[in-house]
């Protein structure tokens, strides 16, 4: 039976058990919900330096040179990077920038284009 709980997103009572079907419920706090929905909450929220949101698939803009340890030469401000991915850290963008491959990137450097 253990393994049919699961802890409540609003209470965050670890005691939440099946409700029929897929939804489930709080015995605390009578909250209901469907643990394969994903909310507002569980989304990477990521912004770039002039407080746009940033999504998968965003063409953004670099702002400032940036030295790369090991490269021969910097990232130049004004690169435009296409595609980028969204991902958890301190480095929040992964991408591909021509002439120096795979890296990531912080979001305080770039601007959507």
């Not at 393994?3 to 909250?31: H, I, R, V, W």
């Not at 209901?32 to 929220?45: A, F, K, R, V, Y």
């Amino acid at each position: 039976m253990s393994d049919e709980l699961k802890t409540c997103p609003q209470c965050e009572s670890p005691y939440g058990y099946p409700n029929g079907g897929a939804m489930f419920a709080c015995p605390s706090c009578s909250f209901e919900w469907n643990p394969t929905e994903t909310t507002d909450e569980d989304q990477l929220i990521v912004k770039d330096a002039n407080g746009n949101q940033l999504f998968d698939g965003d063409t953004v803009i670099v702002i400032k040179t940036l030295n790369v340890k090991g490269a021969s030469g910097p990232i130049k401000a004004g690169t435009k990077v296409k595609n980028i991915r969204l991902a958890d850290g301190d480095h929040n963008i992964d991408c591909k920038i021509p002439s120096f491959g795979s890296m990531g990137l912080k979001s305080e450097f770039v601007k959507k284009a």
